[in-house]
């Protein structure tokens, strides 16, 4: 897969797809901007080199129809400040008005082309579509990582329409990481499993545990995992119809000596709510009637410790309802022992962002994925249909 750095790009058109799914307020203001910082160096790269640059994206969900509350015109405001440099608003991302756009730009021009998903024809991959977008430009650069999973026209289909196409700088660290971490890891290699479910994380599971040295399991999966082995977790989230898998991964993880930790103490409430009386209990001995939002202090120990020799860390998924005060102590815990780790240490997923940003531990942390259903896929073992686009350009 060749970058933006093997091409020449000088006084070119570069069609350069960007994640800008960014955060808006009620008043169509951005509160959080990593995603469009991310993809600056190739920006900047690409304003070095005097080239037109034409970048597409897309922002929430507006249902292949426009709708305002989905425009990107606030993501070409704040941009223009990042760069110091006036970034132009198409109304629309084809059609005759955005091609009289692209005609009038001189050499360092940045041209912002209106949310893709205002057209349907973006999420089923339409071959019309995508030309529609490739006729635009000479070279095609995707530097979204959180959208490489998706099959979608400005990800996959417009590659049939260039004769040179490349990564950008962020998708490109995105996979080296990725190979540092999962295809080629010092070892011992430690993976740390969180969030609600395990169904949403199996193919990762199976996966992660033919490679990992550890595995540490939390989060509301654990519950799972824990009933599997006997215990009674009262009214704790349980997905039932994946206690004989969990038991399965349980066995393998034996056979295969692979160290797995589930939790042996948590915190738990009588009612999912902020308000809800809490207690810690072993997870042995879950009151009935009361449900597992946490993991212990016991339990943060020992998944501490299990991370002491690490050479390297990844993780997705927090360790319990973290988004209420008193369910945020094991995943605020995790993120100091991930963060203080003399260990590469590799975050995804958009939860698990969040607490390190929250625990404002983000400076202290290797590396943090820009996408989450694209860092899970590649923990399945799967390929990533935008990067296969890349690939089969440069064969």
């Not at 650069?141 to 490489?148: C, L, Q, R, S, T």
């Not at 417009?158 to 998708?171: E, H, M, P, R, S």
């Not at 799972?224 to 349980?238: A, E, I, P, Q, R």
Request: one cysteine or more.
């Amino acid at each position: 897969m060749k970058n933006i750095s093997d091409l020449n790009i000088r006084g070119k058109k570069l069609l350069i797809r960007v994640d800008f799914n960014v955060p808006l307020d009620g008043q169509g203001n951005i509160t959080e901007d990593t995603r469009i910082r991310g993809v600056l160096p190739t920006i900047n790269h690409a304003l070095d080199e005097q080239a037109k640059i034409i970048i597409i994206s897309h922002l929430g969900r507006p249902d292949g129809k426009p709708n305002e509350k989905f425009s990107l015109a606030p993501v070409a405001k704040r941009l223009s400040r990042l760069i110091a440099k006036d970034v132009q608003m198409a109304p629309d991302c084809i059609g005759d008005e955005v091609k009289t756009m692209v005609e009038q730009m001189q050499e360092g021009d940045v041209l912002l082309l209106e949310n893709l998903r205002f057209h349907k024809e973006e999420q089923e991959n339409d071959p019309e579509f995508s030309r529609k977008l490739g006729e635009l430009a000479d070279i095609y650069i995707n530097d979204a990582f959180a959208v490489a999973h998706r099959a979608h026209a400005s990800v996959v289909g417009v590659t049939n329409f260039f004769d040179q196409c490349a990564a950008g700088f962020l998708l490109q660290k995105e996979m080296d990481y990725f190979h540092r971490s999962v295809s080629d890891p010092m070892r011992p290699l430690v993976a740390v499993i969180g969030g609600a479910k395990v169904s949403s994380k199996l193919g990762a599971l199976r996966n992660l545990i033919d490679r990992v040295d550890k595995m540490i399991i939390g989060g509301a999966m654990a519950n799972t995992f824990l009933k599997s082995m006997g215990h009674d977790v009262g009214l704790s989230k349980v997905e039932d119809d994946l206690l004989d898998t969990a038991k399965e991964l349980v066995d393998k993880a034996f056979r295969q000596g692979v160290k797995l930790y589930l939790p042996v103490d948590c915190i738990v409430g009588d009612t999912f709510s902020a308000r809800a009386e809490t207690k810690r209990t072993t997870t042995q001995e879950v009151p009935a009637g009361w449900m597992i939002l946490d993991i212990g202090p016991a339990t943060t120990m020992l998944f501490s410790a299990a991370l002491e020799n690490a050479k390297t860390i990844i993780w997705n998924g927090p360790m319990g309802a973290f988004e209420m005060d008193a369910f945020s102590r094991g995943t605020m815990a995790m993120v100091q022992h991930v963060a203080s780790s003399h260990a590469l240490t590799i975050v995804g997923g958009g939860d698990t962002d969040v607490a390190v940003h929250r625990a404002g531990a983000s400076n202290y942390i290797s590396y943090i994925s820009t996408g989450g259903g694209a860092f899970l896929m590649l923990m399945e073992g799967k390929k990533l249909p935008g990067i296969e686009a890349l690939e089969n350009k440069a064969n």
